[in-house]
């Protein structure tokens, strides 16, 4: 999601007074990329995480170490984790968040194209999206940063009763 559609999505959140943080995994900085494409980015993106290791969402994520452990790094309580740890590490009034398996191999005995994106709101609600995703590495990529960031502007929109088009 680049241009318009990013700077949409910074524009809802200008208007609602808000900010966003990411953390990321398997996009490896392709939603932190396409949120600050548009000018004026820094009026609501305060910044992302980056945990491609495992060991890094319990270290500057706080996700639970013993889920990590009990689950793996791919499953929608991780996401949601990520998340709310991104929310709090930067201040950010919501923090979105992507783990899965973008291949070429399984992980965690998940299959290529597994992902799971969690948005944590100001109000500490989540909303969720779990996916499978099929192509080639780089279009599960891809495709997992735009559906998170469709996440996030559909529940922008509906905070200001606007609807998804």
């Known amino acids: ?94 923090g979105l968040a992507v783990t899965g398996v973008a291949g070429p191999d399984m992980q965690d005995g998940k299959d290529v194209g597994t992902v799971y994106a969690a948005l944590c709101g100001p109000d500490g609600r989540v909303w969720h999206r779990n996916m499978v995703l099929s192509g080639s590495r780089e279009s599960i990529r891809e495709a997992t940063a735009q559906e998170a960031l469709e996440l996030l502007r559909g529940v922008l929109e509906a905070n200001l009763g606007e609807q998804s088009g």
């Open 1 to 94: 999601m680049r241009g318009s559609a990013a700077a949409h999505i910074l524009s809802l959140l200008v208007r609602q007074g808000a900010t966003v943080a990411v953390a990321e995994s398997l996009t490896g900085g392709l939603l932190g990329a396409g949120l600050t494409d548009p000018m004026g980015a820094s009026a609501a993106f305060r910044g992302g995480v980056i945990a491609y290791a495992t060991e890094l969402k319990t270290k500057l994520l706080g996700v639970p170490a013993d889920l990590l452990e009990r689950e793996g790094a791919v499953h929608p309580d991780v996401a949601v984790a990520m998340a709310k740890g991104v929310r709090d590490a930067t201040g950010a009034d919501y």
